[in-house]
Every structure is written in C-alpha cells, then in structure tokens.
C-alpha cells in the first residue's frame, strides 16, 4: 500500500543517468519535491515540476556536505523523507587486467560516495524519520565472472545496507535495496566505449589469454534482453512511498538470482559459465586468441 507525498523531499544521486531521470520524473509525478543530486546540470531535467538540480560530487566529502547543507537550507527545517543512493559506475573485465585506478574508482563512487550521502543527509532523515533506499544489483548475490569489480562494490553496499537497518531502525528510518535487472540505460554505451579506451592500458600478452572467453561473453551480453529504466523507476517510488517498504525490490532479471545463490557452488559455477556462453575445453586460456578484453570504467550515472 502507498501514500501521497504530502510536501515531503527526496533527495536522488546519480539523477542525470537513465534510472535517475526515470526516478525524478516518477516521483514528482506523485507530488515528492526531488533534490537530484547532478555533476552537472541536466537538460533532461530541467522543467520537470518539482525537480531542482543540486551540485555533487559523491567521491568529494565537500561537495557531499555542501549538498546535505544546501538541502537543509530549502527544506527550512523539516525533515527529508528519503534519501535514494542511486549513482554508480560500472567497471569490467579479467580481474588480472582491471588497472588499480579503475577498481579504486569503482569503490570510491559505489560504497565510500554511497556511505558519504549516508553520513551527510541522515540527520535530516532522523528528522524526517525518513527512509534509506539504496539501488543495488543482483551481482552483490552472485558474482559474475568478468563483472568482479562491480559485483564486489554492490556486495560492500549491501553489507553496508543489512548493518543500517538494524542500526536505524530506533530511529525509525528503515533501509531498501531495489536490485535492477538488464536495463536500458545510457550507461551500458558508455561502459562499452570506456571498456575500449582502457584496452590501450592493458599487455597485449595478458588479453590473449582471456580473449576468446570475453568475446563469447560480449555475444551472450547482446543477446540480453534490457528493460526500459522506468521498471527500476516504478520499484523505487514503491521503496519510496510503501507504508512498509520491502527489504529488497528485484527487477526484472534480478528475480531469477535468488534461484541460483540457493545453488551448490560448483553447480552455480556450471550454470552461470553456460548461461555466460563462457563454458566449454575450447574456451580456456589462449583459445582463439581473438576477440576483445573489456576492462573499463563507465562514467558516473
């Protein structure tokens, strides 16, 4: 069951991505004022009713309180109904091959950016008694070979998110996850194009190695259905405005997960490597020698 907003203020990161957008435009709709969190100005929300663009910067603690304050200040003195963590970047490829600038990256905006919003806007969610709604993935359940470095940052942010429930809830602020599934959304291109790019960084002697795994990997990942990022959108104005918001909201694929982590290990290990397209003698080390290593950072969304 939901309620109305009644005035009450969200405040999204990672508003300017294809899910934020969604989101911000979804909960407007239904009378929320949205704070979106942006690096930079957005044209796609501008003129949206009841949407206003705030300046941050998740990776700077800065940037981050200016933020909190800048909210406080319009909110003038009432609490914030809820704080939606949704920024994230992507980062893929072979764990050997993974560059430690880009892995430092991917935990800097995933976990530390996400418990830096946390820490900043959670005395105005006391005040609000107010909710903690943190977009995940599926892949903080189950690891995905070639996506470790994303997978690891989504199992820190919901670590992070079962400790908060517990330690909030005398507050009486509860804590969701929404896990979406394959989504359309803008970020995929650009984790492509970045995946790229980082190939120049990467020993041609290493990639080869991996090759022939990752460009049957990249043909299972076209084959993907993507849901439109409305579906994402639509789970976390319920986590949002439910009475009493769920745990977890699984989209989409995301569902199928729970399946597989009630699996014997090795037998997951199977499943996974064929739905992959990834198993297989003539997809081990070296084999084909052809193809393309992706190990790449994807701008914030």
Same mark, same amino acid.
């Given at each position: 069951m939901s309620e109305g907003s009644d005035g009450r203020a969200v405040f999204l990161t990672g508003a300017s991505g294809g899910i934020g957008v969604s989101t911000a435009g979804a909960l407007a709709e239904r009378g929320f004022t949205v704070? /979106?969190?942006? %690096? %930079? @100005?957005?044209? !796609?929300?501008?003129?949206?009713p009841g949407v206003r663009q705030i300046p941050l910067e998740l990776t700077e603690r800065g940037s981050v309180r200016?933020?909190?304050?800048?909210? /406080? @200040?319009?909110?003038g003195g009432a609490g914030l109904h809820a704080l939606v963590n949704n920024a994230g970047i992507m980062i893929q490829g072979p764990v050997e091959l993974v560059p430690s600038e880009d892995l430092e990256r991917q935990f800097a905006v995933n976990v530390h950016g996400a418990v830096h919003a946390i820490q900043a806007f959670l005395p105005l969610l006391r005040a609000g008694r107010g909710r903690l709604v943190n977009v995940s993935a599926p892949t903080a359940r189950l690891a995905v070979p070639f996506a470790a470095p994303v997978s690891a940052s989504k199992a820190a942010l919901q670590s992070i998110s079962d400790a908060l429930r517990v330690e909030l809830a005398p507050f009486g602020?509860?804590?969701s996850l929404v896990e979406p599934g394959t989504t359309q959304t803008p970020l995929w291109a650009k984790t492509e194009a970045a995946a %790229?790019? /980082?190939?120049?960084? /990467? @020993?041609?002697? =290493?990639?080869? =190695?991996y090759a022939a795994r990752v460009k049957r =990997? !990249?043909?299972?990942?076209?084959?993907?259905?993507?849901?439109?990022? !409305?579906g994402v959108a639509k789970a976390i104005v319920k986590a949002v405005t439910a009475r009493r918001p769920r745990i *977890?909201?699984?989209?989409?694929?995301?569902?199928?997960?729970?399946? =597989?982590? *009630?699996?014997?290990?090795?037998?997951?290990?199977?499943?996974?490597t064929a739905a992959l397209g990834i198993g297989g003698k003539d997809a081990g080390a070296g084999a084909g020698g052809e193809g393309e290593v992706t190990s790449a950072a994807a701008p914030r969304a």
């Amino acid at each position: 069951m939901s309620e109305g907003s009644d005035g009450r203020a969200v405040f999204l990161t990672g508003a300017s991505g294809g899910i934020g957008v969604s989101t911000a435009g979804a909960l407007a709709e239904r009378g929320f004022t949205v704070f /979106a969190g942006v %690096r %930079r @100005d957005s044209p !796609e929300l501008d003129g949206i009713p009841g949407v206003r663009q705030i300046p941050l910067e998740l990776t700077e603690r800065g940037s981050v309180r200016d933020a909190a304050s800048a909210v /406080a @200040d319009l909110l003038g003195g009432a609490g914030l109904h809820a704080l939606v963590n949704n920024a994230g970047i992507m980062i893929q490829g072979p764990v050997e091959l993974v560059p430690s600038e880009d892995l430092e990256r991917q935990f800097a905006v995933n976990v530390h950016g996400a418990v830096h919003a946390i820490q900043a806007f959670l005395p105005l969610l006391r005040a609000g008694r107010g909710r903690l709604v943190n977009v995940s993935a599926p892949t903080a359940r189950l690891a995905v070979p070639f996506a470790a470095p994303v997978s690891a940052s989504k199992a820190a942010l919901q670590s992070i998110s079962d400790a908060l429930r517990v330690e909030l809830a005398p507050f009486g602020i509860t804590v969701s996850l929404v896990e979406p599934g394959t989504t359309q959304t803008p970020l995929w291109a650009k984790t492509e194009a970045a995946a %790229r790019a /980082a190939l120049v960084r /990467a @020993d041609p002697r =290493l990639t080869t =190695l991996y090759a022939a795994r990752v460009k049957r =990997l !990249e043909v299972a990942a076209a084959k993907t259905r993507r849901h439109p990022a !409305e579906g994402v959108a639509k789970a976390i104005v319920k986590a949002v405005t439910a009475r009493r918001p769920r745990i *977890r909201y699984a989209v989409g694929s995301a569902r199928q997960v729970g399946m =597989l982590t *009630r699996l014997p290990t090795r037998t997951r290990d199977r499943v996974l490597t064929a739905a992959l397209g990834i198993g297989g003698k003539d997809a081990g080390a070296g084999a084909g020698g052809e193809g393309e290593v992706t190990s790449a950072a994807a701008p914030r969304a």
